[in-house]
């Protein structure tokens, strides 16, 4: 396992990164320089924004699905720029913590964040069997074509008895605004088709559960949390709700220039609305790995 130096030039081989010559990282549907506004620089803004908004309500619920202070090592897969990393850092200052990104460049971000980096694909982790005692997946699983193998290498890695976290969306249930514009679910619809057509998933929340049992991991619960602008400004929410996630689509000519303009100017109106309300939804859904014992085979064995 190998710690990456500071960013923002990671050196050029180490172990675990990929070959700097084919280096492009193949992480599924997303790719950071093309999700919001202002290319990379926006998207590490936006990571932290989302981060920020509903980390509190998160770690609740981590800590509900049983997520301790102390022990670990607790692997997050797809840790990306560092965000959550952080804030577990500070919330959990005795848990031990190893990041893991396919994308080295962004991994160099999380650089400081008290977490050990590793440069690798979820479904090839450079980690030991039943080395971990928590493996965290949050908004990755909506980018791989199949979450199938990265939840087969999340259950190899884990101890018997650890728990895999997971924190999605759907797209359906995204939440409730007030007052509502009919006219963007179109609009909408095309991000989510988008991401579908590079292999995403954002309506992943409603398969979790099934996702997870399919794994073989045992005590599969989910749980929602909530985000309101009764506790936060509504400008808080411009990472979700504003615009800037729609500009790169109109570069892609998904979007028109005049759909990317009513976007802009609802998300206006309703920030500038002093009674405009909204609640966002994220779901966490959990496992734990079973003892080899309990279902007469090896945890590495037998998934498909
Ligand atoms: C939307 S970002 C979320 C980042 C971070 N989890 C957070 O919540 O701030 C998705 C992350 O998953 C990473 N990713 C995508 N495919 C991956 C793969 N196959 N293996 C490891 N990481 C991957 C991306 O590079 C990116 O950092």
């Not at 998933?201 to 073989?216: E, P, V």
Request: contains cysteine.
């Amino acid at each position: 396992m190998t710690t990456l130096p500071t960013p923002p030039h990671p050196p050029t081989s180490y172990p675990g990164r990929p070959d700097p010559v084919s280096s492009t990282p193949n992480a599924g549907s997303y790719n950071p320089a093309t999700t919001t506004a202002g290319g990379l620089a926006g998207e590490l803004a936006r990571l932290e924004a989302q981060a920020e908004l509903s980390f509190d309500e998160e770690l609740n619920l981590l800590r509900e699905l049983g997520l301790t202070a102390s022990g670990g090592p607790l692997v997050e897969i797809g840790a990306g720029s560092g965000a959550i990393t952080r804030r577990l850092r500070r919330a959990l200052p005795e848990l031990s913590l190893v990041a893991v990104d396919i994308d080295p460049d962004l991994l160099a971000h999380a650089e400081g964040a008290g977490a050990e980096l590793i440069v690798a694909d979820a479904a090839d982790l450079p980690l030991e069997t039943a080395s971990a005692q928590y493996v965290l997946l949050r908004y990755v699983l909506q980018h791989l074509p199949d979450p199938a193998p990265a939840l087969a290498e999340a259950r190899r890695i884990l101890r018997p008895g650890g728990r895999i976290l997971v924190t999605e969306v759907d797209a359906s249930c995204w939440g409730l605004a007030d007052p509502v514009y009919p006219e963007l679910v179109g609009i909408h619809a095309k991000m989510a088709a988008t991401q579908q057509a590079a292999g995403g998933d954002r309506t992943i929340g409603r398969r979790l559960t099934r996702l997870l049992r399919d794994a073989g991991f045992t005590e599969v619960a989910l749980r929602p949390f909530a985000t309101t602008n009764d506790t936060r400004p509504t400008d808080d929410f411009a990472p979700h709700l504003g615009p800037g996630r729609l500009q790169p689509l109109v570069t892609a000519g998904v979007l028109s220039l005049r759909e990317f303009a009513l976007a802009a100017d609802r998300w206006n109106r309703f920030r500038a609305d002093p009674d405009a309300w909204v609640m966002l939804l994220g779901f966490t859904a959990a496992g734990t790995a079973p003892d080899a014992s309990q279902n007469g085979r090896h945890p590495t064995e037998g998934i498909q």
